[in-house]
């Protein structure tokens, strides 16, 4: 690992305001942090007919794995067969709200490569298993710092979003779609 | 580059909602020339497929706060936030009026000079009482709560006519019953020869000699468009208006003073199915913790809301087993909406970037609202209670809410912090001291620019504001139909 490297995860590590900017800023003029598919797992990378607007590969993969343990086990084996592609479906939203592309870009960079303790070494969040990962995101869920905190709420709320959004997942919720046309109607919901 | 095409107005309206959507029409009725521009594409009752994902990309604007804590919305096409609203109609609070003319220099806005165009406002888009027939279990739930604590509460006046119950209110009101700009002031507006550009997006304000000139704007597909006209109103909303004014070289208190409704959702979940994806999106509101109207609370409402699986999960708190637990029980969860009277003061850059940091005090509003809420469901019979506080217990009793009471509570603690009742940023007031234009809507220094949404608005109302911005534009435009201009 290179110096710069180094002082790439540490500063990921205590994650203050000023680090977590000059970590994007730092990343994006060394291309420290891959910008294509490789080192990224094959079940986490775009399909190759897939064109990204905002996102990179990596930021694809990271989102798709950090989605994998937001939505719970059974969402997650929906988005692994590709039946809902979020990676696919955040980029298509961040296309239209820039100001908030920025931001999570970076958010999901700094949760790729820093450095999390309960990890316990460095390696990339995408590469670590599902538990590793749950308690990175549970880390940042309740961390003392507001950045880190921000830092979930951004990645779970596009995940949510992108999830639920689609019509494949109503089997989980029991959402029976819009109308009420099937075998909940609106009937059922204006009884006393 | 090719020169831009070239078209000739009376008046140029930007945008197409609430506050643009009335402008637009009361010129046009009385002979103006009017050329409404809405970044925002244009899409009809047929096009809306109900689709909470599809419909919430197409139709609405996604921002945020410059420290991520809190997500901005409102409506990104022809009609604006009035396709994507709840529809709910609350009169302008008396309180907030007298607040106004004392502390804005608006002495000259007496509650009889609002009265006239709060009633044709109400008029307009047919407020009408929400009668038992529009009340789903949701509702009843959040109802039955309060009646048992003994709260003030009641159905809300909507703007619908023959209302279908479908739910949809916030994706484009497939039934045409939601009484929105797109249905309403904007085909009034045509009719009378008004002509909408809809994908357009205003780049600036065109201001020569101190007098606007018109306005310069780009289509989706990249042509620039000039429009040449006297009169310019601006009426985009709050999350485009202010910076359009200070790309345009609108100074002074342009960008200053944004006012929010911060809001939370709380979720119950009950042992019977209650469908809260079905029936009016919002039709009850708890008003016992406000402080307008007469009430004396902290500062908070509390509104049933619908139940569909973006906005369920995302109020949801946590991640992983647990969250995709409570949302298997889908069927089962009822939700209210905690809205607060902001007293945080945020600012607008020209870029758009929007710097708003909730106080203490507002935080301690929110709290307020969602103990509120949670003794409302507990008192009718709710299994748990859900806070949007990530890493918080569900709440099965109501001495459980002793912890909520005293834990610490940091806007990035919360599953979802958001606004939608946006306010300021172009204010009016007495003077360029204390805002951007005055009374009648027109710009400090500026001859021929007013401003119509609610980014005139000097704070936050205290209650939903579709009626309220409706009324003031409505006002706006009978000073300039009269010839203020």
């Known amino acids: 690992m290179s110096a710069l490297q180094a ?5 990921a590590a205590s994650l203050d305001r000023r680090t977590f900017l000059r970590l994007a800023g730092v990343a994006a003029a060394t291309g420290i942090m891959p910008s294509g598919c490789g080192g990224v797992p094959e079940g986490l990378a775009p399909r190759p007919d897939v064109t990204l607007a905002v996102l990179s590969p990596r930021t694809y993969a990271v989102f798709t794995a950090a989605a994998m343990r937001i939505v719970g086990p059974r969402g997650a ?21 820039p100001s908030v592309a920025g931001p999570l870009g970076q958010a999901l ?33 309740t961390s003392r710092l507001d950045l880190k905190r921000s830092l979930f709420r951004g990645v779970r709320s596009l995940a949510l979003l992108t999830f639920y959004g689609s019509p494949a997942t109503r089997s989980l919720t029991g959402y029976p779609g819009p109308f009420g046309t099937g075998s909940v109607t609106i009937a059922d919901a204006m009884k006393d | 580059m090719s020169p831009p095409e070239r078209l000739a107005a009376d008046v140029v309206v930007v945008g197409s909602g ?15 020339r009017v050329i409404v521009i809405e970044a925002g594409p244009r899409l009809e009752a047929g096009d809306f497929t109900g689709d909470e994902g599809e419909m919430t990309a197409r139709l609405w604007k996604v921002a ?8 901005l919305y409102a409506g990104a096409c022809v009609g604006g936030s009035t396709v994507i609203n709840d529809a709910l ?8 009026l007298a607040q106004w003319r004392d502390a804005y220099g608006l002495g000259g806005l007496s509650d009889a ?6 009633g044709r406002a109400w008029s307009d888009v047919h407020a009408e009482p929400t009668g038992p027939d529009h009340l789903n279990r949701n509702a009843r739930l959040l109802a039955l709560g309060a ?25 484009g009101c497939p039934s045409n019953a939601k009484q929105s700009t797109l249905v309403t002031y904007v085909p009034r507006a045509e009719r009378a020869g008004a002509r909408t550009l809809a994908g357009t997006r205003a780049l600036r304000v065109r201001i020569e000699a101190g007098a606007a000139r018109g306005v310069d704007a780009v289509r989706g597909d990249g042509t620039p468009v000039a429009i040449d006209a006297p009169l310019v109103c601006v009426a985009a909303g709050v999350l485009e208006t202010p910076a359009l004014l200070l790309r345009s070289g609108v100074g002074g208190r342009a960008g200053q003073g944004l006012q929010f409704h911060s809001s939370v959702h709380v979720t119950a979940r009950f042992a019977e199915p209650v469908h809260g994806y079905y029936g009016p999106t919002m039709a009850y509101a708890v008003d016992e913790l406000s402080d307008v109207h007469g009430h004396r609370g902290p500062g908070a409402m509390i509104e049933s809301v619908t139940v569909h699986p973006i906005v369920a999960a995302s109020a949801l708190p946590g991640f992983g087993a647990a969250h995709a637990a409570a949302m298997a029980e889908l069927p089962n969860l009822a939700r209210a909406l905690i809205v607060i009277h902001d007293r945080t003061r945020g600012t607008m850059s020209a870029e758009g970037a929007v710097r708003y940091e909730l106080a203490p005090e507002d935080m301690e509003r929110l709290r307020a609202g969602m103990i509120g809420a949670a003794s409302c469901y507990l008192n009718a019979g709710a299994e748990e209670v859900l806070l949007p506080i990530n890493g918080a217990a569900p709440i099965r009793r109501e001495a459980d809410l002793a912890a909520v009471k005293t834990r610490s509570l940091r806007p990035s603690d919360l599953a979802l912090l958001y606004a939608v009742h946006l306010f300021g940023g172009a204010a009016m007031a007495g003077s360029p001291e204390q805002g951007v234009c005055d009374a009648s809507g027109a710009v400090f220094g500026v001859r021929g620019l007013y401003v119509a949404c609610a980014s005139s608005l000097p704070t936050a109302t205290g209650v939903n504001p579709q009626i309220t911005v409706i009324a003031n534009a409505l006002r706006i435009a009978d000073g300039l139909r009269r010839g203020a201009a």
């Open chain 2, 64 to 71: 945020s706060t410059a420290d991520t804590t809190m997500n």
């Open chain 1, 7 to 11: 002082e790439l995860r540490a500063a």
């Open chain 2, 18 to 32: 609430a506050g643009g959507g009335p402008v637009a029409a009361v010129l046009a009725e009385s002979g103006r």
């Open chain 2, 113 to 118: 000079v609002w009265a006239p165009f709060v």
């Open chain 2, 147 to 171: 009646k048992r604590l003994g709260w003030s509460a009641s159905a809300t006046p909507r703007s619908v006519r023959d209302c279908v119950n479908l739910g949809l209110c916030n994706y």
């Open chain 2, 89 to 96: 109609c609350f009169r302008p609070a008396p309180e907030v």
């Open chain 1, 77 to 97: 084996e929906l988005i692994a067969d590709r039946r809902v592609d979020v990676g696919g479906l955040a980029d298509a939203w961040l296309v239209a709200a």
């Open chain 1, 109 to 141: 960079l700094v949760l790729e490569f820093g450095v999390w303790p309960v990890i316990g070494k460095v390696r990339p969040f995408t590469s670590v298993p599902p538990g590793a990962q749950d308690g990175v995101l549970a880390e940042c869920m």
